[in-house]
């Protein structure tokens, strides 16, 4: 499972040149589900999510949470995220969730977001138009995979 968070001051979803939703100050996350990922992978990145201290305190320093700044959430359903594309010049989807469990899990994940903060969605399976204003820019690549958290880093 990865998820692309981008810390914005703003971000929206057009479908047909219709804003259909639409956050100030808080996270688009555009996320992306892999065949083999289960609630698992999906808890360990609401949990980090929820917790990852990227809002600037008073002396400037990432040093509070999306709670803490009582920040907006857009979670954008991105299937290619699961692309493999070191083979060819076409991205492959084979290893994306199947669209009617994705969609499943992506209803999970919102719901469960909504305990601690507002949250929006674009519109699963739908052309989108995607825009955000980046507060930074800070973008962050967030990946579980068997149950644990992988560093990008490494």
Not at 46 to 68: A, G, P, T
Not at 102 to 124: D, P
Request: charged share 25%.
């Amino acid at each position: 499972m990865k998820v692309v968070l981008q810390r914005v001051k703003g971000a929206y979803v057009k479908v047909d040149s219709d804003v259909i939703s639409e956050i100030d100050n808080g996270y688009l996350l555009l996320w992306g589900i892999e065949e083999a990922d289960s609630e698992v992978e999906s808890e360990i990145l609401i949990n980090k999510i929820l917790n990852f201290r990227i809002f600037s305190d008073e002396n400037l320093k990432m040093n509070k949470s999306i709670i803490d700044v009582s920040g907006e959430i857009l979670i954008v359903s991105q299937f290619t995220l699961a692309g493999k594309f070191l083979k060819g010049n076409r991205p492959s989807f084979v290893n994306a969730k199947s669209p009617e469990i994705a969609e499943e899990m992506i209803l999970k994940i919102v719901e469960e977001f909504s305990k601690y903060v507002t949250v929006k969605t674009g519109s699963f399976g739908a052309m989108m138009d995607v825009g955000l204003i980046n507060d930074g820019p800070a973008t962050f690549v967030l990946t579980a995979r068997n149950g644990q958290l992988i560093d990008q880093a490494d």
